[in-house]
């Protein structure tokens, strides 16, 4: 449990930096997008690339990410009409995947996911 507790403040220091860049720079929501995908790939363990997920009355967009991978699952995700992104905005809540050779809960997602990118773990945690 001091495992989860750590990644949580770990978690919580990033999204601090985060806050303090974004202050810095209110004038081009565009280029704070960016910088909130390039501080979670420096800031967080573990984490190779990034993207931010956003609905404006349609579909799911990709207006912030580090590279094609991010834009990629986002577009799968539409496309198939699953995945964690979009269950983190549809119920307002954090999903944790695994591994997704052996996902269950977004089948068609994870296959094409890991068939087309090769990510194996593309969101680690999605947010809402």
């Known amino acids: 449990m001091a495992h989860a507790s750590d990644e949580v403040v770990h978690v919580a220091e990033a999204f601090a930096t985060?806050?303090?860049v974004l202050s810095e720079?209110?004038?081009?929501?565009?280029?704070a997008l960016d910088k909130i995908v390039h501080l979670a790939v420096d800031t967080l363990e573990a984490c190779e690339f990034a993207g931010i997920s956003l609905v404006e009355q349609g579909p799911v967009t990709s207006p912030a990410s580090t590279n094609d991978v991010p834009r990629r699952v986002?577009?799968?995700?539409?496309?198939v009409g699953q995945g964690p992104c979009l269950d983190a905005?549809?119920?307002h809540?954090?999903?944790w995947t695994g591994d997704l050779r052996q996902e269950e809960r977004w089948p068609d997602f994870a296959a094409r996911?890991?068939?087309e990118t090769g990510v194996q773990h593309p969101v680690h945690p999605a947010f809402r």
Do not use: G, K, M
Request: without cysteine; aromatic residues 4%.
């Open 89 to 91: 905005i549809r119920e």
């Open 113 to 115: 996911a890991h068939a």
């Open 25 to 31: 720079d209110r004038d081009d929501l565009h280029r």
């Open 18 to 20: 985060v806050a303090r």
């Open 74 to 79: 986002n577009e799968i995700q539409s496309e």
């Open 93 to 95: 809540e954090v999903f």
